[in-house]
C-alpha cells in the first residue's frame, strides 16, 4: 500500500492556494494545484505521477532508496577532497564589533618554520592519498610586518612544493603587500570582506584604534583581479548593514568585478558564535535574513548580478531544474575540514579553532590526538542525532552545524535546527509564480 514519503515537504506559493511538494530522497519537485494537493491530502495515490515522482511509496522500498543513497554518500565522503585551514596567528589589524574571536589569547605573537614543516609533514602522513587544499585563516593571516611576510612566503612556498593550492580568508587590507608573493603561489581564492558601502564597511569593520578600511580593501580587490586571481567576496550580513546590499551590488557591478571570471561572492550571517556580540539585537535568525533578502530582490533585482542566496534547495531548482542531493550530513568537521594553528594544535573546524576547550591533539612539537572526541565529529550525521531520525527536514538540513549543536546542547551527536521549510518558501515565492513558472524580475 502506498503511503506519503516521510522526506516530502510542502509549502505554500504566493498566492496561497498553489502548494510546492519537493522530496530530496529522489530529488523531485513539483507545483499542486488545488485538485492535486485534494489528492494528496486524502492519500488518493490513483495517478501514476504519486509513486514515479516519490511522493507516494512502499515504505519498505523507501528504506531501502534511504540506505543505498546513504552508503553512497558515505564512500563519496571518504574520497572527497579535504579543506586544512592552517591559523598563523590569532592577531588582527582590525576592530570589527562583531568578532568571535576577540577574546581568544595567543601564547605567542608570530609561529616559526618549524611549525610549517611540522603542519606538512602531518597532513602528508595522516592525509596521503587523498585530495586536499590548504587554506590560511586567523585572527588575520597577512599582517604588514615583514616577519608575517616571510612565513607566510615560507607557508606558500612549502603548499607549492607539495602541489597542493592554497585559498586565504583574509580581512583584505595589506592584499597589495602581498600581491607579489601571491602571484608567484598556487593560490585557489581570497576571501575579502566588504560589509557594504564605503560609510557602512567603515564603520562596521575599521582599524584597531581607528581608521578606514574600504578603499584600501577595494584596490586591493582590484589587484587581485586584474592579476588573474580569484576574488570570493563575503558580506557578513545583519539588520545594521542589510540595507547597503544593493548599493554594494551596484558597486561591484560598476567596477566590473561581476564580470571578472575569478569573482564569486558569499553572503554570511552574523551571528553569535562563542561570544556575546556588542549589538546582539543586530542579530537575524535565518527566517529573517532570507525574508529580508527576498524583499530587498525585488526592489532591486540586480541584487542577483552580485550575488543569488541559496534558500537551501531554490536555487538549484531554478538554476538546473532539479534538487541537490541529499544532504546527510553538513557538518564538515573532522570529515572534509580540519583546523590547525601556529601553536601545534588540531582542531575539527573554523568554528573551533583557537578555543582551548576545542583542541583535539597536536602536530606540534609531538603528534598527539584525542581519538575519542575525534570519533564523535566522524560520526555524526542524521542517523547519529536522534532527532534527524525521523525528521522529514533531515535530507535538506543535514543536522545542521556540529559548533553550534555543541554550544547550544552540550554534545555534537545533537541537532542545530534550521528552518528549511521557511526559508525554501521565501526562496520559492521570489523565484517561481503560482503555476510553476519563473518569475521575471525588473
Known sequence: ??????????????????????????????????????????????????????????????????????????????????????????????????????????????????????????????????????????????????????????????????????AIVTNGFHLKKYLPVLKESL???????????????????????????????VEGVDALLNAGLSVNLRMVVDSDNIGSLADLAAFAIDKGWTKAPGFKTQLGRNYELHSCQKNGQALYSRVQMYEEL?????????????????????????????????????????????????????????????KQDEVLGTFFPHVTKHDDDIEGWQDRDILAIEKCRDCNLALVCGGGCGSVAKNQNGSVSTPDCRPVKEVAQTGARLFFTPDGELRRLK
Not at 541584487?303 to 532539479?322: A, C, M, Q, W, Y
Open 187 to 217: 593560490i585557489r581564492e581570497v576571501q575579502v570582506t566588504l560589509d557594504g558601502t564605503r560609510e557602512v564597511h567603515n564603520k562596521r569593520r575599521p582599524l584597531k584604534g581607528g581608521g578606514n578600511t574600504f578603499d584600501e580593501i
Open 294 to 354: 527576498k524583499d530587498l530582490i525585488e526592489k532591486h533585482p540586480h541584487i542577483l548580478e552580485f550575488h543569488t542566496p541559496s534558500f537551501h534547495f531554490v536555487k538549484s531548482l531554478r538554476d538546473n531544474g532539479e534538487l541537490p542531493a541529499a544532504l546527510f550530513d553538513s557538518c564538515p568537521g573532522c570529515k572534509t575540514e580540519w583546523a590547525f594553528d601556529y601553536q601545534g594544535n588540531i582542531y575539527s573546524c573554523t568554528a573551533t579553532v583557537g
Open 1 to 166: 500500500m502506498l503511503k506519503k514519503s516521510k522526506y516530502n515537504i510542502i509549502f505554500d506559493l504566493e498566492n496561497g492556494e498553489s502548494k510546492m511538494i519537493a522530496n530530496s530522497l529522489y530529488g523531485a519537485a513539483d507545483v499542486l494545484n488545488s485538485s492535486e494537493y485534494g489528492q494528496y491530502q486524502t492519500d488518493d495515490f490513483s495517478d501514476p505521477m504519486w509513486r514515479e515522482r516519490g511522493y507516494a511509496v512502499v515504505p519498505e522500498e523507501e528504506q531501502q532508496a534511504f540506505q543505498t543513497q546513504y552508503m553512497d554518500f558515505i564512500d563519496s565522503r571518504d574520497t572527497e577532497e579535504i579543506q586544512l585551514f592552517f591559523v598563523p596567528t590569532y592577531n588582527c589589524n582590525f576592530g570589527c564589533d562583531y568578532c568571535y574571536q576577540s577574546e581568544y589569547t595567543s601564547s605567542a605573537s608570530v609561529y616559526e618554520p618549524a611549525v610549517v614543516d611540522a603542519f606538512f609533514d602531518y597532513i602528508g602522513s595522516e592525509f596521503a592519498g587523498r585530495k586536499k587544499y590548504c587554506t590560511l585563516f586567523g585572527g588575520e593571516p597577512l599582517l604588514p610586518n615583514e616577519k608575517a611576510v616571510q612565513l607566510v612566503s615560507y607557508f606558500l612556498s612549502k603548499a607549492k612544493a607539495h602541489g597542493l593550492e592554497t
